[in-house]
């Protein structure tokens, strides 16, 4: 399975980029999808996960401004960010699970300038 990230880039506070991630490859049955993000000298955190059913969390700092949607048919997983804060810079890693494995993308790094 691999997953192949894109969208990320550099963006002034207070705007908007979106981050999409197809899967490919052996799928069987996706379960939940989402985003993790990783900052400068910081342990890895959940920003965003979707459910195979559409039910979704967030991590606190991103409710309100983040969104997430996945499309089975595409194997796509998508996250809308928006209201952008110099914090939200960091690495962020899409996630697909199945079964008891976690399939992690490579990276793609979101710069917030103040």
């Known amino acids: 399975v691999q997953l192949q990230a894109s969208g990320g880039g550099l963006v002034q506070a207070g705007g908007s980029l979106r981050l999409s991630c197809t899967a490919s490859g052996s799928i069987v049955g996706m379960d939940a999808m989402g985003w993790y993000r990783q900052a400068p000298g910081k342990q890895r955190e959940l920003v965003a996960r979707?459910?195979?059913?559409?039910?979704?969390n967030f991590a606190d700092s991103v409710k309100g401004r983040f969104t997430i949607s996945r499309d089975n048919a595409k194997k796509t997983v998508t996250l809308q960010m928006s209201s952008l804060k110099p914090e939200d810079t960091a690495v962020y890693y899409c996630?697909?699970?199945?079964?008891?494995?976690?399939?992690w993308g490579q990276g793609t790094l979101v710069t917030v300038s103040s």
């Open positions: 979707i459910s195979s059913l559409g039910g979704t």
């Open positions: 996630n697909v699970e199945m079964g008891y494995t976690f399939y």
